[in-house]
C-alpha cells in the first residue's frame, strides 16, 4: 500500500487522529463507533482514508476480531502527542469549558478510580458537556504514560521518580483492619491479628502495597491467603470468611461497604494519594483547570470527614 500522490497535511485532521486512537484502544471498529458516536461505517470509510494517507493496512484481521500492525504503536504515540498540541494550540488564548469536546484519559486503579473521579466527571460535565471521560488502570504508574500521552493525569500513592514529571498531594488516609463480622470478632490485639489469615492487593508486576512493605520492614510476619489485583477483588474472599485485610479506610464507603473494621493493633504510616503530570502540561488552560477541578472534589473528600 503506497500513500496517496496528492497527500499534503490538509488531509490529516484531529478527527483522524482521534479515530486512530479509539480503534487501536478498543481494538474493534464497532466499539470505536460506540465510543466516538459516530456508524460503524463512517469509521470504517475513516480508516480507509487514514490507510491510503499512511500506506499502511493500520489493522488486519484475526479470527472474529483485528490487531493492529506493527507500525501502529509508532503511529499512535504520534497522534497522541499531535492531539495534545492541537489542544494547546486552541487553548493558548484563554480556555472555555463550555465549548471543550474531547476525551480526558486518567490512569487510576480502583481506590482512587470510585473514590474521587465519578465526583470529578460530573463537576467537569457540569461545565463541560463535551467532555468525555476515558479510564485505565494505572497499575504500578511509569513515566512513560505520561511521556508518551497514553494519559493527561495518573493518580496514584507512588509517584514515578522523574524529573520530567509533577506531583501534587491531593489527601492522605489511613489504614483499617477489615473483617466480616458475621464470620469473625475484630481482631483482639496483635497476636490475634497475627495468629489470622490474610487477604492483600498485588498490583502487576508483582508490587506489594506500601503497608505490606512496610510490615515486612518491621518484622510482622503475616500469613497471606490470597493476593488480588486490586481492591475490587478483596470482598469476595473476606464475606463469609474469617480472613482479614488491611486496606486503605475510605474503602468503607466503597468497595469494602459492609465489612466491619478497626485500627489496626500496631502505629501504620498514613496513605498519600498523588496527582501526577507531565511538566509539558503544567501551564495549559486545559489541564489547569483539570487539576483545579480534582483538587475542589479532593478537598470535599477531605472536609466530609472533619
Given at each position: 500500500m503506497q500513500p496517496m500522490s496528492h497527500f499534503d497535511h490538509l488531509d490529516l485532521d484531529g478527527h483522524l487522529l482521534g479515530l486512530l486512537l479509539a480503534v487501536a484502544e478498543e481494538q474493534s471498529v464497532t466499539r470505536a463507533a460506540q465510543r466516538l458516536g459516530l456508524t460503524q461505517s463512517a469509521v470504517s470509510h475513516a480508516l480507509d482514508k487514514l490507510r491510503a494517507i499512511v500506506g499502511d493496512a493500520l489493522f488486519v484481521r484475526s479470527g472474529r476480531g483485528i490487531v493492529p500492525t506493527a507500525r501502529v504503536e509508532a503511529l499512535v504515540q504520534q497522534a497522541r502527542l499531535l492531539l495534545e498540541q492541537m489542544r494547546g494550540f486552541a487553548t493558548a488564548g484563554g480556555f472555555d469549558a463550555g465549548r471543550f469536546e474531547g476525551c480526558i484519559t486518567v490512569a487510576a486503579n480502583d481506590l482512587q478510580r470510585d473514590l474521587l473521579l465519578p465526583a470529578w466527571l460530573r463537576r467537569l460535565r457540569a461545565q463541560a458537556p463535551g467532555l468525555v471521560l476515558r479510564v485505565i488502570p494505572s497499575g504500578v504508574p511509569t513515566p512513560e504514560m505520561l511521556?508518551?500521552?497514553?494519559?493527561?493525569?495518573?493518580?496514584?500513592?507512588?509517584?514515578?521518580?522523574?524529573?520530567?514529571?509533577?506531583?501534587?498531594?491531593?489527601?492522605?488516609?489511613?489504614?483499617?483492619?477489615?473483617?466480616?463480622?458475621?464470620?469473625?470478632?475484630?481482631?483482639?490485639?496483635?497476636?490475634?491479628?497475627?495468629?489470622?489469615?490474610?487477604?492483600?492487593?498485588?498490583?502487576?508486576p508483582r508490587r506489594a502495597l506500601d503497608l505490606d512493605q512496610w510490615l515486612v520492614e518491621q518484622g510482622v510476619a503475616r500469613r497471606f491467603v490470597a493476593s488480588v489485583p486490586g481492591f475490587a477483588g478483596v470482598p469476595a474472599f473476606v464475606r463469609g470468611s474469617a480472613w482479614l485485610c488491611t486496606a486503605p479506610s475510605r474503602l468503607s464507603a466503597g468497595l469494602l461497604r459492609g465489612l466491619a473494621s478497626v485500627a489496626p493493633p500496631l502505629p501504620c504510616p498514613t496513605m498519600p494519594m498523588y496527582a501526577i503530570w507531565h511538566v509539558r502540561h503544567q501551564a495549559d488552560p486545559l489541564h489547569q483547570w483539570l487539576r483545579r477541578t480534582l483538587d475542589e472534589v479532593a478537598a470535599g473528600l477531605v472536609a466530609d470527614e472533619v
Open positions: 511521556r508518551d500521552g497514553a494519559c493527561q493525569l495518573v493518580l496514584s500513592p507512588r509517584p514515578p521518580e522523574a524529573a520530567d514529571l509533577v506531583q501534587k498531594r491531593l489527601f492522605e488516609d489511613r489504614y483499617a483492619v477489615f473483617y466480616d463480622a458475621e464470620q469473625r470478632p475484630a481482631p483482639a490485639g496483635l497476636a490475634d491479628y497475627l495468629a489470622a489469615e490474610h487477604v492483600t492487593v498485588v498490583y502487576e
